[in-house]
């Protein structure tokens, strides 16, 4: 019975281990890929007064911006949309016929800390909601739809980065 009872022991603490290794590395992903999201977020947001001035939109759709990543933040504005194809053509991450350039999003994410994986998922991300939204003919509307898509399907990874972070970061670095 000692045997037994110390053979459950030993194989119920290895399995207690096991299970406290792997919710370890999964928050180290986690964590790794929040950071990712959060330097991109930044990145991207560069260049959002350029295009504020350019477009002639409303102070509006800057609390579009700093709201992104919150779930339970409706995205409603076509302006929102407009303002992600002239972010993204100023990083020249979209092509001439206004699609993702895929492998320039693959750089820009590992220009922003994602190793190869994490690139080619999010990527992949991308290229999934284009497929998704390809039908909508407004390109303005088409990329709001992108986007909401997009930070869905983070939020499902829980790969969203905290927005005070964000904002932290966009703050100081202007």
């Known amino acids: 019975m000692n045997i037994l009872g110390s053979t459950t022991t030993m194989v119920s603490t290895k399995w207690c281990f096991l299970l406290v290794t792997i ?3 999964t928050m180290e992903v986690v964590s ?20 504020k001035t350019e477009l002639s939109v409303g102070d509006h759709i800057i609390q579009d911006f700093y709201n992104y990543w919150r779930e339970d933040y409706d995205l409603l504005n076509r302006d929102f949309g407009c303002m992600v194809i002239c972010m993204a ?17 693959h750089a820009f994410a590992k220009t922003h ?13 991308l290229r ?14 088409r990329a709001l739809e992108m986007a909401k898509c997009f930070r869905t399907k983070i939020h499902e990874l829980k790969w ?12 100081t670095s202007v």
């Open 113 to 125: 800390g994602a190793d190869d994986d994490t690139a080619q998922q999010l990527v992949t991300i």
């Open 23 to 25: 919710a370890v590395l």
């Open 89 to 105: 053509v100023k990083h020249d991450l979209i092509n001439d016929q206004l699609t993702m350039h895929h492998g320039n999003a």
């Open 32 to 51: 790794a890929s929040q950071e990712v999201l959060k330097q991109m977020s930044v990145g991207f947001s560069k260049v959002l007064q350029t295009c």
């Open 128 to 141: 999934e909601c284009e497929a998704k939204h390809q039908s909508v003919e407004d390109v303005c509307n």
């Open 160 to 171: 969203a980065p905290a927005m005070e972070v964000v904002l932290e970061e966009i703050m």
